[in-house]
């Protein structure tokens, strides 16, 4: 008995194998080099086993390949996907081929229909579905609207500030992250649901623990990373819910609670929930997809911009050179008594501006993003004598966080130098197609303003009041946490802040 049993576990261990190492040689055959992968582990094996963080494998293999390749073939688990490392073809991804590569490779991992809340948001749509929602999308983030929504951030960065002020008399280090998330809460909860998060209260709502659920705790997210790795062509039906229920309750239960009052009491203001209103009226919106899109601006701007300050906080008080620079400019353009510019001042400040785009380069919100072909589209690789065709279904991968760290393009990567972004250098290196801080093309960020400006509002303000420094409880070096999806120093990002 016991043999027949030993027979079926090597029978089933042999299938398992050959399941998961089925499609290695997938892009070998078509003639493209295809750096080692291991059965289950793929291309990427800190995905599964995390010593580091997965974006480190990417740059790894971008690193040793990019002299004498122009794209190699690697594997997601066992998903086919030609990693890119030309920035000339990363650039037609992008721009000039948009076209061929319209879809975002997250719609293969969500069911809207069960995550509802994500139905309308232009990240996860494909093809058509995508243009609509954000052609209805869009028109909410005029100049007009955002300068109306400054004047409300002027006065949170100014709560902002008098937190800190406060709050530091305990001498207790701030954790960076949860400075940038309840300053992103309080601010996008005024002015997209015109209601108070209260995030420098004692009593704040439960924002960070429902956001800590949805981008470090996800265990949903996780399954249809895994679905997607392991079965590229899962059916729709059969992938898991990623939004977990409770941050689904909480947040669609606010959202509709901001709009019944508002609808109670229609108050004639130029901000966004009066706006997303009368969309839903122009546009016969359902109640559903009127919070889906309302919900776009949580999911665009509370984590990704609560990261990007908490980083470049970081970098200011590791570079306190800098930070000085920063603080003459600031100080030049305002009043003694003021704590910000006026909105236009404040995004043409060069040096605010460089600091910003160097802290993105260095921690990138999103480190990689991966697109699908949609219509045949044909590479022409520098360091390959034949074309390589593409076909409706292929993934593309693009290496973000080790464009970045490129030596060739960035002399000495890891080093904060602002100055790499002045006098044209952003313009310069978006068209070498080797800055992607807020991605690039069409389907670039769609809150990119709303999220550069209220960026730039609580940097701003924070170095105008007080001199950032580093913590010691704060690991030295660039260091990504391998158990966070996205990008965020590892261990936290601990501060400490004297009243200037």
């Not at 990427?44 to 997965?54: D, E, G, M, T």
């Not at 906080?313 to 570079?319: C, E, I, K, P, S």
């Not at 068209?431 to 701003?460: D, E, H, S, Y």
Request: with cysteine.
């Amino acid at each position: 008995m016991w043999q027949w049993l030993l027979l079926f576990l090597i029978g089933l261990i042999s299938l398992i194998y050959q399941f998961l190492v089925w499609n290695f040689g997938h892009w070998r055959r078509r003639g493209i080099r295809e750096p080692k992968a291991l059965p289950l582990l793929g291309s990427f094996p800190n995905i599964v086993w995390p010593r580091q963080h997965f974006t480190n494998d990417m740059r790894d293999i971008y690193m040793k390949y990019r002299e004498t390749d122009s794209y190699v073939g690697t594997f997601l688990l066992r998903s086919p996907k030609l990693l890119l490392l030309e920035p000339k073809l990363i650039n037609e991804v992008f721009v000039s081929a948009f076209r061929h590569f319209e879809n975002n490779d997250a719609s293969r991992m969500i069911d809207i229909s069960k995550d509802k809340l994500v139905a309308c948001n232009p990240f996860v749509l494909d093809g058509d579905e995508w243009r609509q929602q954000r052609s209805i999308f869009s028109p909410l983030l005029t100049s007009g609207r955002i300068r109306n929504a400054y004047c409300n951030m002027q006065r949170i960065c100014g709560k902002l500030c008098d937190y800190i002020d406060e709050t530091s008399s305990s001498e207790q280090s701030f954790n960076g992250m949860d400075l940038g998330l309840r300053f992103t809460s309080e601010n996008l909860f005024d002015c997209v649901l015109g209601i108070e998060a209260k995030s420098f209260s004692e009593s704040p709502l439960p924002v960070a623990k429902h956001n800590k659920e949805m981008s470090e705790d996800n265990r949903g997210l996780a399954l249809a990373g895994a679905l997607n790795g392991l079965f590229p062509h899962l059916p729709r039906w059969m992938r898991p819910k990623v939004i977990p229920q409770s941050y689904d309750n909480f947040f669609s239960q606010l959202v509709l609670e901001a709009f019944r009052l508002r609808r109670a009491k229609r108050q004639e203001r130029n901000d966004f929930i009066n706006h997303l209103l009368d969309m839903q009226q122009e546009h016969q919106l359902s109640e559903q997809q009127l919070l889906s899109h309302a919900m776009t601006f949580m999911f665009d701007g509370l984590d990704t911009t609560s990261s990007t300050i908490a980083h470049c906080l970081l970098l200011l008080g590791r570079y306190p050179k800098c930070q000085q620079l920063l603080w003459q400019e600031l100080d030049k353009v305002c009043a003694k008594d003021q704590l910000l510019p006026d909105f236009e001042v404040l995004n043409e400040l060069p040096y605010l501006s460089a600091c910003l785009n160097e802290s993105l380069r260095i921690y990138p919100a999103g480190g990689w993003a991966s697109k699908t072909c949609t219509t045949p589209y044909t590479f022409h690789g520098s360091h390959h004598k034949s074309p390589l065709q593409m076909y409706p279904g292929d993934n593309v991968m693009i290496p973000i966080y080790g464009l970045h760290h490129d030596p060739n393009y960035y002399a000495e990567p890891h080093e904060f130098r602002p100055e790499r972004f002045l006098n044209g250098g952003l313009k310069r290196y978006q068209q070498l197609g080797v800055f992607l801080g807020f991605g690039n093309g069409p389907r670039q960020c769609v809150g990119i303003r709303l999220g550069l400006t209220q960026t730039k509002a609580a940097i701003a303000a924070i170095v105008r009041r007080f001199e950032v420094r580093v913590n010691r409880r704060t690991l030295q070096g660039i260091q990504l946490d391998p158990l966070i999806f996205v990008g965020a120093h590892k261990g936290g990002i601990w501060l400490d802040f004297n009243r200037r």
